[in-house]
C-alpha cells in the first residue's frame, strides 16, 4: 500500500484506483450494466452523447497515470458507417459504445471484445465508464499480482 503524498489532492478518487491497481491492488469492480432498452430516440442518443462525453474525461484520467508505467488507452470514434459508436481499447482489449436505432426508437450497446454478453447491455450509468476501463486494464494488473 502506497503513503499518500501531498500531491494526491490533485488526483481525482478514480485516479488513485488506476494507480493502485497499477501497483498490485485490487480496485476493480463489476462494471454496473443494465439490459439495453428502447426509447425515445432523442433520449438514447442523449445519453450515448453524455456517455462518449465522459469518456475523454475517464481516459485523459486514466492515462495520466499510465503514462510511464504502461501502454496508454485510446478512444476512437467510428466515421463513416453511418452509426454513433466510439471505442475504448487497451492493447487488443476494446470496448464499444454505439448507438441503435430504427424508426424514433433509439438504444445504447456495449459490446465488450473480451466478454460475450447474453442479452444487449449497456452501462448503468457514466460512472460505470470508470470500472470498464479498469476492467480493460485487468491483464496488467493480474501480471502484478504474478
Known amino acids: 500500500m502506497r503513503t499518500q ?3 494526491d489532492v490533485v488526483f481525482t ?3 488513485l484506483r488506476v494507480r493502485a491497481a497499477l501497483d498490485g491492488e ?3 469492480t463489476p462494471v ?3 439490459p439495453s432498452a428502447a426509447r425515445r430516440l432523442a433520449w438514447a442518443t442523449d445519453e450515448w452523447f453524455y456517455l462518449r462525453c465522459r469518456s475523454e474525461q475517464v481516459i485523459a484520467e486514466a492515462n495520466a497515470m499510465l503514462n510511464g508505467r504502461a501502454p496508454v488507452l485510446d478512444l476512437d470514434d467510428e466515421v463513416g458507417t453511418g452509426r454513433l459508436a466510439f471505442t475504448v481499447s487497451w492493447g487488443d482489449r476494446s470496448s464499444r459504445v ?3 436505432e430504427t424508426g424514433r426508437q433509439g ?3 456495449l459490446e ?4 460475450l454478453a447474453l442479452q444487449p447491455e449497456e452501462p448503468a450509468d457514466p460512472s460505470a465508464l470508470e470500472d470498464l476501463v479498469l476492467e480493460l486494464l485487468e491483464p496488467v494488473t493480474r501480471k502484478n499480482d504474478d
Do not use: A, D, T
Not at 112 to 115: A, E, G, I, K, L
Open 112 to 115: 465488450r471484445s473480451y466478454q
Open 13 to 15: 478518487p478514480f485516479m
Open 32 to 34: 454496473r450494466l443494465k
Open 98 to 100: 454505439w448507438l441503435g
Open 26 to 28: 485490487n480496485r476493480r
Open 5 to 7: 503524498s501531498q500531491r
Open 107 to 109: 438504444w445504447v450497446q
